[in-house]
């Protein structure tokens, strides 16, 4: 998968996700080979570096962000 591939793919889906509920996802969970991937992505990493200092306390577009063992899982909750 390439970069911009997967930050489409989480965009399409935070998006549609919001569109069923009515509301954004609390939580996001993604594999560590995606946040790898992601954060090769210069928009991504910005605001994910920038919203806290603790690593694991950071956000993407208020959601926050739970790392996993799974390769590239992209899942909100």
Known sequence: MTVNSIFESLSQLIESYSQQ?????QKMLLGYKAYYDLMR???FANEVTNSALDPNKRKFQKIK?????DDYQLKLE
């Open 21 to 25: 509920h009515g509301e954004k996802p």
């Open 41 to 43: 992505n210069k928009d």
């Open 65 to 69: 962000i739970k790392i996993t063992k």
